[in-house]
């Protein structure tokens, strides 16, 4: 993951490709970027209340001290979906414990709920490069 793309929100999309920066990929991406704002966001939050009373989705809970790069990348491929190229992950703050909501999506639409894998990794902290990946951002999309 290489060059990034930052509109200045809250989110940001993480690109995989090594030559991206100022390319006509990172325009394409750009453009697409407001309504991966407009609608991960709202979904990410929706989904955390959802989290907490559903019951077919497919859900699991990580803990672990320190999230650091390896951590986040291992449990999002050990969780991957059939059908996904990506992986919208939500970072949250709550009573000093830090939580990255992971799900999969394909082509920036998440893919349905009964289909999909929705992990919950809760942390004690962030690695100094967990935090670069988000830098001032709640939502990331790993390629």
């Known amino acids: 993951m ?3 793309s930052n509109d ?9 490709f090594p030559n991206a920066r ?7 991406l750009k453009k697409g970027f407001a309504k991966i704002k407009e609608d991960l966001i709202p979904f990410f939050e ?5 989290l ?13 001290e320190m999230l650091d790069k390896t951590n986040l990348v291992e449990i999002a491929k050990k969780y991957m979906v ?3 190229n990506e992986v919208a992950a939500f970072k949250k703050v709550k009573d000093d414990d830090f939580y990255v909501y992971i799900a999969y999506s394909k082509d920036r ?16 902290g962030l690695s100094k490069e967990v935090k670069e990946l988000f830098n001032e951002s709640d939502l990331i ?3």
Not at 22 to 28: C, D, N, Q
Not at 116 to 124: A, E, L, P
């Open 22 to 28: 100022g390319s006509a990929l990172v325009e394409l």
């Open 109 to 124: 639409e998440l893919l349905p709920i009964e289909t999909n894998h929705y992990v919950v990794i809760k942390s004690d």
């Open 82 to 84: 059939k059908g996904c």
């Open 8 to 16: 200045g929100g809250k989110a940001k999309i993480i690109c995989d």
């Open 2 to 4: 290489i060059g990034n």
């Open 141 to 143: 999309i790993l390629k």
């Open 46 to 50: 929706k989904l955390i209340e959802d």
């Open 52 to 64: 907490k009373t559903a019951s077919n989705a497919n859900i699991d809970t990580v803990n672990v």
